[in-house]
């Protein structure tokens, strides 16, 4: 079955404890995304990434590291979170990101609180 | 990048066809629209999407008008599973790959 699965599902962490979440696409998608959901503040991107060692900064990277070394996975990792970075996190996939085959699968989302 | 703009709220009785506006006015010529929706807190999901011709799948419709500055997601008959926030977004431009969700339609379909 076609999906992105991220890990962990729900997260309770303390200010300043380095975390990761993964996220894994089995669709050998080339463009890979994270975004955060805030209430009120819709869908923000946070890293994006075209194909392996290729990243580049969405709207909201402060406080966000991503690495891309296989094709499949795209982690995203919080060196010192905060407070401010609790959120909802959703990776996303997609062949491309325009015409046929262009649209983003989601992975089920990622519920963050940072103490 | 082509921005867009949606009323944050919209009613459907159920049953009836739910019609959900979306403006693109700075829309380029190879910018495509396309159209998710997030139920509850789920990862959104892939609705439909277009160039410049009104499509359909067994979804949704889309119809783009002609200048493409603007476009309506036709959800036919809407029922109370279609409560959700809609999407719409435009492609990155070439050599962009930033896409921007904005904050949607949340859609509420009323027994």
């Known amino acids: 079955e076609a999906q992105v699965t991220q890990n962990p599902r729900y997260l309770i962490t303390v200010t300043g404890k380095k975390l990761t979440v993964t996220c894994s696409q089995n669709?050998?998608?080339?463009?890979m995304s994270w975004y955060r959901q805030d209430p009120g503040l819709g869908l923000r991107q946070i890293y994006y990434s075209m194909n392996v060692e290729v990243t580049d900064k969405g709207d909201v990277p402060e406080g966000y590291k991503v690495s891309r070394k296989e094709k499949r996975n795209f982690p995203l990792i919080l060196e010192s979170p905060s407070p401010n970075q609790t959120s909802l996190y959703f990776c996303a996939s997609s062949r491309g990101l325009a015409g046929l085959g262009g649209e983003l699968f989601f992975g089920e989302g990622s519920r963050l609180t940072v103490l | 990048d082509a921005k867009t703009t949606q009323p944050p709220s919209m009613d459907c009785a159920e049953g009836r066809a739910a019609n959900l506006p979306c403006n693109h006015s700075?829309?380029?010529?190879?910018?495509?629209v396309y159209w998710y929706r997030q139920i509850h807190s789920q990862g959104p999901q892939y609705i439909i999407h277009g160039l410049k011709n009104n499509e359909t799948n067994e979804m949704a419709s889309l119809i783009i008008t002609e200048d493409r500055k603007s476009s309506t997601l036709i959800l036919p008959h809407a029922t109370l599973r279609d409560t959700a926030v809609y999407y719409c977004?435009?492609?990155?431009?070439?050599?962009?790959?930033?896409?921007?969700f904005g904050k949607g339609t949340k859609l509420s379909v009323i027994p």
């Open positions: 700075t829309i380029s010529g190879n910018e495509y």
């Open positions: 977004i435009v492609t990155p431009r070439a050599g962009s790959y930033q896409l921007t």
């Open positions: 669709m050998n998608h080339e463009y």
